[in-house]
T-cell receptor
Framework: DGGITQSPKYLFRKEGQNVTLSCEQNLNHDAMYWYRQDPGQGLRLIYYSQIVNDFQKGDIAEGYSVSREKKESFPLTVTSAQKNPTAFYLC?????????????FGPGTRLTVL | ELKVEQNPLFLSMQEGKNYTIYCNYSTTSDRLYWYRQDPGKSLESLFVLLSNGAVKQEGRLMASLDTKARLSTLHITAAVHDLSATYFCAVGYGGSQGNLIFGKGTKLSVKP
């Protein structure tokens, strides 16, 4: 089955810790995206990547970091510099060939700061 | 800066009734998407609208796009409880980058 997987489903972080959220896709999509969703809000873009070894900041990149070493994988690290990280994190991917395609979303990771 | 506004943000409907959700956006775009989100879940793609005048229908939902008015609508016909969810519109920007700006969502509750 083609799709996007995220792990873990739930994650708890202590103050001052860095944590890494996993995102993997087997859709052969070029582009991958990380969004943050707060309760009752829409999605806000954290980082995106169109090609391996390259990525760009989105609207709320401060306190986050990413890497794109493989086409299939786009992990997100929430650093201790992110002061309010409790949120629902969604990873998405899309094709870019022939124009940008629709974004497909993974199941999400719910991060809670203790 | 591209802004996307949805209204209403909350909608309580009775089963069997019709209603429309509106999505306005502030700058030119050639791509608009509608997604559904159930509580605690991820986003599910509903419609992809890529041209002026595009209309797509799936079951009791119909989406349309007017790029000149910068407006998309999601029309619900004869609502049923299973349609209760939050609906987001998302507008494409950045050309080939494929980025999206999301509205805040419309939380729909369909009551018997």
């Amino acid at each position: 089955d083609g799709g996007i997987t995220q792990s873990p489903k739930y994650l708890f972080r202590k103050e001052g810790q860095n944590v890494t959220l996993s995102c993997e896709q087997n859709l052969n999509h070029d582009a991958m995206y990380w969004y943050r969703q707060d309760p009752g809000q829409g999605l806000r873009l954290i980082y995106y990547s169109q090609i391996v070894n390259d990525f760009q900041k989105g609207d709320i990149a401060e306190g986050y970091s990413v890497s794109r070493e493989k086409k299939e994988s786009f992990p997100l690290t929430v650093t201790s510099a992110q002061k309010n990280p409790t949120a629902f994190y969604l990873c998405a991917s899309s094709t870019l060939a022939g124009g940008p395609g629709e974004q497909f979303f993974g199941p999400g990771t719910r991060l809670t700061v203790l | 800066e591209l802004k996307v506004e949805q209204n209403p943000l909350f909608l309580s409907m009775q089963e069997g009734k019709n209603y429309t959700i509106y999505c306005n956006y502030s700058t030119t775009s050639d791509r608009l998407y509608w997604y559904r989100q159930d509580p605690g879940k991820s986003l599910e793609s509903l419609f992809v609208l890529l041209s002026n005048g595009a209309v797509k229908q799936e079951g009791r939902l119909m989406a349309s796009l007017d790029t000149k008015a910068r407006l998309s609508t999601l029309h619900i016909t004869a609502a049923v409880h299973d349609l209760s969810a939050t609906y987001f519109c998302a507008v494409g920007y950045g050309g080939s980058q494929g980025n999206l700006i999301f509205g805040k969502g419309t939380k729909l509750s369909v009551k018997p």
